[in-house]
T-cell receptor, first 111, second 112 residues
Framework: QQQVKQSPQSLIVQKGGISIINCAYE??????FPWYQQFPGKGPALLIA?????SEKKEGRFTISFNKSAKQFSLHIMDSQPGDSATYFC??????????FGAGTTVTVRA | NAGVTQTPKFQVLKTGQSMTLQCAQD?????MSWYRQDPGMGLRLIHY???????DQGEVPNGYNVSRSTTEDFPLRLLSAAPSQTSVYFC???????????FGEGSRLTVL
């Protein structure tokens, strides 16, 4: 039973468009919510992360929105580029020792 | 500075065979972990270690053994491989308590 539910499984967006990936969790003890980006044949790499005391965090074209009361968080990729084509995983943890990952979303950006 | 190095990158086993996936890091991180990645399942934690001599189970530990005799190495052992263990395995380390994991490039294992 996955502790973090991620949707959609895949999405296709045109270059310059917005990609939105959603995640939901049940465990209110989670205190750190990272997003990882994975390219084919590579290991995941940290993209951006947020703690539950803030509602939004932005780094360049990537923004995390966090809704503590709804137990949901999402990743927005603005002005999507072909180089953003990858698989994205949301995750959550308490204390950092055991990270629970979502199932992943494959994003394809069409030029 | 190699970061996290996994070997082998590819391996094919027959059911019942044993093998060890190697993970070595040169970042002096205390925390090391093993994940398996399966389609539609994301990454699931198998075992982790917070330092030499200390290991603990993750979400899916059955069928796997680990030990941590040095800070640098964290091998994952399959004692009797099963087809259900066909997967891509990732080793990851972490610095301090920031939560950021540093992953190796993965080991693809097929069990026939």
């Amino acid at each position: 039973q996955q502790q973090v539910k991620q949707s959609p499984q895949s999405l296709i967006v045109q270059k310059g468009g917005i990609s939105i990936i959603n995640c939901a969790y049940e465990n209110t003890a989670f205190d750190y919510f990272p997003w990882y980006q994975q390219f084919p044949g590579k290991g995941p790499a940290l993209l951006i992360a947020i703690r539950p005391d803030v509602s939004e965090k932005k780094e360049g074209r990537f923004t995390i929105s966090f809704n503590k009361s709804a137990k949901q968080f999402s990743l927005h990729i603005m002005d999507s580029q072909p180089g953003d084509s990858a698989t994205y995983f949301c995750a959550a943890t308490t204390g950092g020792y055991k990270l629970s990952f979502g199932a992943g979303t494959t994003v394809t950006v069409r030029a | 500075n190699a970061g996290v190095t996994q070997t082998p990158k590819f391996q094919v086993l027959k059911t019942g065979q044993s093998m060890t996936l190697q993970c070595a890091q040169d970042m002096n991180h205390e925390y090391m972990s093993w994940y398996r990645q399966d389609p539609g399942m994301g990454l699931r934690l198998i075992h982790y270690s917070v330092g030499a001599g200390i290991t603990d189970q993750g979400e899916v530990p059955n069928g796997y053994n680990v030990s941590r005799s040095t800070t640098e190495d964290f091998p994952l052992r399959l004692l009797s491989a099963a087809p259900s263990q066909t997967s891509v395995y990732f080793c990851a380390t972490r610095t301090g308590n920031t939560g950021e994991l540093f992953f190796g490039e993965g080991s693809r294992l097929t069990v026939l």
